[in-house]
Structures are given as C-alpha cells and as structure tokens.
C-alpha cells in the first residue's frame, strides 16, 4: 500500500511539473548572414596609393551568426536575449574589436510595453536608419561608409524600444560605451565618462515613412567626459511598389574628446536615392551622399550604383560600383574615412553573394 501510494505521489508531482514546464514554453533560434565579395579599389593606402584586388567580408550586410531566444513567462510577459557574433568570412577572424558576440549580446523582459534590455546594443542611429539609406546601411558603398556612427553600439546599455502600430520608439543609457577601445566608462565619482545616450522615433503610415534618432557620447576620462560627440538625423522614404525614394539629413558636433584636447568640429551629411524592382528578383539602386565639413573646403562627395539579384529569398549575388570625389585632405573612400589616398578620388567595384540562414 505504501508503495502504491508512493507511486501516485511521484507520478502527481511529475505531471506538475511537467504543466508549469509547458506554460513557460521557449525556443532558441540560430541565424546568420554570410556575405563575401571580390573588389577592385584605386587609390588605396600603403603600396603608393596603388588599385587593390582584395576579397571583402561583408558588403551589403556584415558577416554574422547568433542565437535568438524567447521564453513565454505568461500574463504576456517574456523573456528574451540575443547573442550576436560578427566575423570576417575571407579570414575567419571575429569582428568589433575580436569580441565573441560583438553585434550584440543583451538579455531582457518583452511585453506589450515594448522591451527592456540589458548589455551590448545598438544605438537609435542604427535601429532606425537602415530604413532611410538606399544601401541599407551596409559595411561599405553605403552611409557607413560616410559616418560609421550609423553603425553603432554600447556596452553596458539599458535600452527600451516599441513598437505601436506604425510608431517605433527606442532610447538607450550606457554607463561606459566601448570597453574594447578605451571608452569603459563607469568612473568612481565621474559618471559622465564613456556615458553614451540617445533615443529615435519612427513613424509608417502605407509606403511612407520618417524617422529621427539622437546619439550622443562623452569622453573616456575625467579629463574630457565634459566634451562630447553629438549627433542628430532625419530621415524619410516613400514606397511606390515598383520603386522607393529615399533623402536624409545628418548633422554633427564634435567637442574634442580626443586626449590631448583637439579643436571642436562639425559637419553636416546630405544623401538621396532611390532603388527600382525590375523583376521581382532584380532589384537597381542608385545614391548620393555629400558632406559639408565646417569651416573647412574639405567636402568629399560619394556615389554608388548597386545591382542584386535574387536567386532565393536566402541566397543573392550583387554588382556594387562607386566613385569618391575628395578635396582638399579629405580621405573618404568606399569602404570608410581614411580608405582612400588623402585629397584623390577613389573608384571601386565589388562583386559578391550573400547568404542568410
């Protein structure tokens, strides 16, 4: 009798725990982009400004897997995180600074609030503004080329984000924004130090859409965490159908956080584009980006051509052609500031595929 009652007792705490198991059901989800192309670059540093031939790993989208978690805790609650690795494809080597998960590595709580995370995340600027870039904001040929904070991230940040029908929101605090190179903040009696704040809202309503993001951060140490680097975006796209227009605005303000102090700068980042579906599976884009640096004659101009073809909705190839205009020391070049010989043009080509999984 005893071990029958036993048995029941054991079998009733299984099928417990089995039910609170199956209320809080989660999965995790592994993801990835895979993208490599082969480019041609005049006036490419070192070599005395020679073309280069050079394989690129990420082109249109960095190269990156991660794994992405949900857990239903109930009531509409859940809990979610997301660890993100960027690598270079042609080398196999890690991005953002050698990092293990350094895309993004955050974990939180989501529910019809919106979300709260906690660690590594992407700034306002890169949540929003890969709507309002022709190029999507990709590693080259694209506005990251021209200012890479549109590609942004913090460490240690808390960050919400929402989303209400076709309103987005998102703002994020970090106590220190870049452990990696030098901006760890979270300074005894200084919390100013390596801070790095900002927010965005976008709207959608049919094929029209805007958008503006904040970012701002201060200097690593006591000694500069009063200076700051600033910047504001607005941007907007119209979808036609067959076609999609773009046009951007971006200004910026740079205190000196450098140590020893530098001169104060600002510069202003005007682009427009647009991208035409000749077929469902073939897609040209065009765009215009210019910056006008203060106070200075230095105002580089970059134009890029992009031709996709999709093979699948996982696999496409695509033909990326550009031209940089400089002047006077500016060195901007397709794949960034400081890519191209100082004060000559640069053009490049880059033909690659990606895959996603």
Known sequence: MKKALFALAAAATCATSGAALAQSA??????????????????????NGQTAV???????????????????????????????????????????????????????????????????????????????????????YSLNS??????????????????????????FYSTGRDAVSGSPGEVPGDYKAGRNVGAG????AGGFSVGTAYDQYQGATSATSDRAVKRLAVGSSYDFGVAKVFAGYRWMRDDGIATPATAAARSNVYWLGG?????????????????????????????????????????????????????????????????AVAGQNQTGAVVGVRHRF
């Not at 790993?57 to 897997?65: A, D, K, P």
Request: hydrophobic content about 35%; proline content about 2%.
């Open 201 to 204: 809202v976008a709207y959608t």
């Open 146 to 171: 021209v200012d890479s904070g549109f590609n942004g991230r913090a460490d240690n940040a808390v960050k919400y984000t929402g989303k209400f029908g076709g309103l987005t929101a998102t703002a």
């Open 54 to 140: 050079r394989m690129n790993s990420g082109n249109l989208s960095g190269s990156r897997w991660g794994l992405r978690g949900v857990e239903d805790l109930g009531g509409g609650l859940k809990g979610i995180f997301t660890l993100e690795s960027g690598f270079d494809i042609d080398t196999g080597v890690s991005g953002q600074g050698n990092r293990l998960f350094g895309r993004q590595a955050f974990v939180g709580l989501q529910g019809s609030f919106g979300a709260v995370t906690l660690g590594r995340q992407q700034n306002s600027l890169y949540d929003l503004f890969g709507a309002y870039d022709p190029m999507g904001v990709g590693p080259r």
């Open 275 to 339: 991208l035409y579906r000749v077929t469902p599976a073939l897609s040209l884009t065009g765009a215009a980006y210019y910056t006008d640096a203060n106070d200075s004659g230095n105002d580089p101009w970059m134009f890029v051509l992009s031709a996709d073809y999709a093979f699948s909705k996982r696999t496409d190839a695509y033909l990326n052609v550009g031209y940089v205009r400089n002047k006077g020391t500016s060195s901007l070049g397709l794949s960034g500031v400081g890519t």
């Open 26 to 47: 989660s999965n995790v989800t592994l993801y990835g982009i895979v993208d490599a192309g082969v480019e041609v670059a005049s006036h490419v540093p070192g070599g």
